[in-house]
């Protein structure tokens, strides 16, 4: 599996932003994809995943960006999007699309089970 994330920008406080991310392979429906992200001098952390068709392909979140941010993939186009809304400076890092072609739930916000990633893509938030 490749994956082409898109979709970064610049925003103001408050603002919205949508990344998306494009996937290339056989049985992508199958793939937990998640969106990670790291900000400088963090660590990469944990955004949103969206499990495939063995977990009924349901999201899971950060408690950080619940509510503010949505994780939606669309299986015939092979693509994930993370909408994000209510953006906060905090919120400012390179993103990166990954998928797990096992999509064990309990690891699922570790990254480190990752078995694909995307080249990332920069969201910054400022006023």
């Known amino acids: 599996v490749q994956l082409q994330a898109s979709g970064g920008g610049s925003v103001q406080p408050g603002g919205s932003l949508r990344v998306s991310c494009a996937a290339s392979?056989?049985?992508?429906?199958?793939?937990?994809i998640a969106w990670f992200r790291q900000a400088p001098g963090k660590e990469r952390e944990f955004v949103a995943a969206v499990r495939g068709s063995g977990g009924g392909f349901r999201p899971y979140y950060a408690d950080s960006v619940k509510d503010r941010f949505t994780i939606s993939r669309d299986n015939a186009k092979s693509t994930v999007s993370l909408q994000m809304n209510s953006l906060d400076p905090e919120d400012t890092a390179v993103y990166y699309c990954a998928a797990d072609q096992n999509g064990i739930l309990s690891t699922i916000r570790v990254g480190g089970s990752y078995d694909y990633w995307g080249q990332g893509t920069q969201v910054t938030v400022s006023s």
């Open positions: 392979g056989r049985a992508f429906r199958s793939y937990t």
